[in-house]
């Protein structure tokens, strides 16, 4: 069956990184597009970042662009996630999850989710 | 970006109601619309996707319905179980945007 278990999450103060993980199993990784969405406290869901599924294509909100980078390792079945300059407003739980397309871009629907690894951003 | 418009933020019912939820989009985004459940500490879990399709092995008293910039989503009988807060999600144009939420309880 298809897993998708995050790791990574902690405690960090503003201005670091810190990278996160997601380890697939129970599919073939290169096959499908993935994502990451988060959830600030007692918020929405927001998309973060998404990655076709050959690496080649990669999209961000504009909240995180050109501080987060998405990346893929299909020898690993890992997804990463590498947040830089961390600001108080990341502060989420954040999610991997699969897409149901393999392109990004013609992607967008979810059909698996891991259960979060928690990223708290403070002095 | 296409903002989703969520209603209600939260609703209270008993075991057995019908309970529906809206999702209203501020451009027409066809029937590319997804609804997930979500309990706290759980991955979300896909119920509806195009709108109306039900995902495999989700319980047929979950629908949906709509097209365009409105969308319906239905529990028919409400179960204790489902309990949860629900989330509509577009999928037409990136970004894609989720709805506010809507916290279903039982009365």
């Known amino acids: 069956q298809v897993q998708l278990v995050e790791s990574g999450g902690g405690v960090v103060q503003p201005g670091t990184s810190l990278r996160l993980s997601c380890a697939a199993s129970?599919?073939?990784?290169?096959?499908?597009?993935m994502q990451w969405v988060r959830q600030a406290p007692g918020k929405g869901l927001e998309w973060v970042a998404a990655?076709?599924?050959?690496?080649?294509?990669?999209y961000y909100a504009d909240s995180v662009k050109g501080r987060f980078t998405i990346s893929s390792d299909s020898s690993k079945n890992t997804l990463f996630l590498q947040m830089n300059s961390l600001r108080a407003e990341d502060t989420a739980v954040y999610f991997c999850?699969?897409?149901?397309?393999?392109?990004?871009?013609?992607?967008?629907?979810?059909?698996?989710w891991g259960q979060g690894t928690l990223v708290t951003v403070s002095s | 970006d296409i903002q989703m418009t969520q209603s209600p933020s939260s609703l209270s019912a008993s075991v057995g109601d019908r309970v529906t939820i809206t999702c209203q989009a501020n451009?027409?985004?066809?029937?590319?619309l997804s609804w997930y459940q979500h309990k706290p500490g759980k991955a979300p879990n896909l119920l509806i996707y195009?709108?109306?399709k039900l995902e495999t092995g989700v319980p047929s008293r979950f629908t949906g319905s709509g097209y365009g910039t409105h969308f319906v989503f239905t529990i028919s009988s409400l179960q204790p179980e489902d309990i949860a807060t629900y989330y509509c999600?577009?999928?037409?144009?990136?970004?894609?945007?989720f709805g506010q939420g809507t916290k279903v309880e039982v009365k």
């Open positions: 129970g599919f073939i990784f290169s096959h499908y597009a």
């Open positions: 999600q577009q999928y037409d144009h990136l970004p894609w945007t």
């Open positions: 999850a699969r897409d149901t397309a393999s392109v990004a871009a013609r992607g967008g629907l979810i059909d698996y």
């Open positions: 990655i076709s599924g050959d690496g080649t294509n990669k």
């Open positions: 451009q027409d985004i066809t029937n590319s």
């Open positions: 195009d709108a109306s």
